[in-house]
């Protein structure tokens, strides 16, 4: 039995990490990164609540496609995302 369970999908950036934003620490090795789109909340997301209490989260294998819109940026690529599906987008922020 799991807590939680959250769509990711390997992570395919290399990913630094900088203690000040100016100087690289360290390469974070991306063998053990999944990355989830997630609802964002006080405390980042809702599985991170389920972690903080100690349950399991299980991770189930997403798609690339299944995007977190946080941008106009992110309109666009969904918008062509589904253009290539042969699905009409809708423009929601008209």
């Known amino acids: 039995n799991y807590g939680a369970a959250v769509l990711g999908v390997p992570c ?3 990913i630094k ?7 690289v620490k360290r390469t974070i090795p ?3 990164l999944w990355e989830v789109a997630e609802e964002d909340l006080e ?3 809702d599985v991170s609540i389920v972690e903080a209490l ?3 989260v299980k991770m189930t ?3 690339y496609t299944n995007l977190k819109i946080t941008t106009p940026e ?4 969904a918008g062509a995302i589904l253009e290539e599906r042969g699905m009409e987008s ?3 922020l008209a």
């Not at 990490?17 to 100087?23: A, P, T």
């Not at 992110?74 to 690529?77: A, H």
């Open 74 to 77: 992110d309109m666009d690529v």
């Open 43 to 45: 405390v980042t997301d």
């Open 17 to 23: 990490e900088s203690e000040d934003g100016v100087l």
């Open 90 to 92: 809708v423009d929601l």
């Open 30 to 32: 991306r063998s053990t």
């Open 61 to 63: 294998r997403g798609e």
């Open 54 to 56: 100690g349950e399991p």
């Open 12 to 14: 395919k950036a290399t």
